[in-house]
């Protein structure tokens, strides 16, 4: 094995050196150690893919496949992809010049923060968040300007933001919005999108959309902030959550053409383009009515899932609000209880034998707060909820 020769550390990209280790994959390796572990800590959905998406893929390696795609991914992909904008959300994208397909949304965030951020460029974030939106603004040298939303419900308000913009004013490159919202599940209605469309259509913030849980909206229908600012909105989608697919790694962006020349350029300097089958089956997952349908009997499950784990959490003692989409419950650790939602997470994981994420995991807003992700089935649920509510009855409170 070769050891570094010592003073290449210092050589290496220090703004990596400022993203913080993952702290949802580093606490899921902790618990999953731990024996007879219920874990319910990953958003990764627990249904197999849609056997026509299977299919597709299969397909695509017998016909031998196997060349490089466009850079902006497959044609047909590309209009599945349009189609599918157009259809759910009413949306108008030309395949040709306003969408990029992706390695998951994953690289779609990376995609368009690499495209638009200068050094010193800052962007808002919400929080509680997803971190990876942090840590790829940190790595193109940007400063992420978090905005707790926990006082609002988890919704950011046009006077949060208005005071945002009035303190960093031009400094301010883009915002990101995601929602349903990953860790909280809450999403926005139509009007919260427009009053923070009116706010911003005054700037030139780049509005950076993750929607990749749009399809995953229980009671309302989801709409998209690129309805109101379609000229200045990098809206991100894909089939990782939609489709059960995370594993096949197929994402999208979709924004005006003079926006998507530069994230497109950011895209294949880094990957070329997704995989032939990949793409395959990701086209029939969002452009037939079989993988429309496989999405929907999903969604069903999730709803269910949703109720009984609300429903249960609080009977347990713990303050949810019932989440609009996505697949997590956000809850409020009761405060006869250790407010300290790592050791409270620990402690539930080494005794109640349940893993669950802190809160503090997600960012500012994020204390006091455990995510529960519900992307298993509800007899999983079903022993874990039993098991947090002995927990709970048995634990030690405040004060004891
Ligand atoms: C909000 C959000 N955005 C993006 C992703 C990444 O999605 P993908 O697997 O398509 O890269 C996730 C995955 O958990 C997520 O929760």
Redesign the pocket.
Same mark, same amino acid.
């Given at each position: 094995m070769p050891m570094m020769k010592e003073s290449l550390s210092q050589r290496l990209n220090q703004d990596l050196a400022k993203i913080q280790p993952n702290e949802i994959r580093a606490f899921d390796a902790k618990v999953s150690t731990m024996p007879d572990m219920i874990k319910l800590t990953l %958003?990764e959905p627990d249904f197999d893919v849609p056997e026509v998406a299977k299919a597709a893929a299969i397909a695509s390696i017998t016909a031998n496949d196997s060349h490089y795609a466009p850079g902006n991914g497959s044609v047909a992909l590309r209009e599945a992809a349009t189609d599918f904008l157009a259809d759910r959300y009413g949306l108008t994208y030309d395949a040709d010049t306003e969408v990029v397909i992706t390695i /998951?949304? !994953?690289?779609a +965030?990376y995609a368009t923060l690499t495209a638009v951020l200068n050094p010193g460029d800052k962007v808002l974030i919400p929080t509680p968040t997803?971190p990876?939106y942090d840590a790829i603004t940190l790595m193109n040298g940007g400063e992420p300007v978090y905005l707790d939303t926990s006082a609002t419900r988890f919704v950011l308000t046009p006077a949060q933001l208005r005071a945002a913009i009035a303190e960093h004013g031009d400094a301010i490159k883009a915002i990101v919005l =995601?929602y349903p919202s =990953?860790p909280t599940g809450v999403t926005y209605s139509a009007a919260e999108l427009k009053a923070l469309a009116t706010v911003l259509a005054e700037t030139d913030i780049i509005v950076i959309a993750?929607e +990749?849980?749009s399809e995953l909206v229980y009671e309302t229908t989801h709409v998209s902030i690129a309805t109101y600012l379609p000229g200045q909105t990098l809206l991100l989608n /894909?089939v990782?959550k939609s489709h059960a697919m !995370?594993g096949y790694?197929i %994402?999208f962006i979709a924004g005006p053409a003079g926006l998507m020349r530069t994230v497109g350029m950011t895209h294949q300097l880094v990957v070329t383009s997704p995989s032939n089958p990949a793409m395959a089956a990701a086209t029939v997952a969002l452009g037939t009515q079989a993988g429309h349908e496989a999405t929907l009997a999903m969604k069903a499950q999730y709803a269910a899932r949703r109720d009984f784990v609300v429903e249960q959490m609080r009977t347990a003692g713990f303050e949810v609000e019932t989440p609009g989409g996505a697949f997590y419950v956000f809850a409020k650790i009761p405060a006869t209880h250790n407010q300290d939602d790592r050791e409270f997470a620990l402690a539930l994981a080494e005794n109640a034998h349940v893993a669950v994420i802190p809160g503090s995991a997600f960012g500012q807003g994020g204390a006091g707060y455990l995510r529960l992700s519900y992307a298993t089935s509800l007899a999983t649920l079903t022993e874990a909820m039993q098991r947090i509510k002995t927990y709970m009855q048995t634990a030690m409170t405040v004060g004891e």
């Open positions: %958003g /998951g949304a !994953t690289e +965030i997803f990876l =995601n =990953n993750d +990749i849980y /894909g990782s !995370t790694r %994402g």
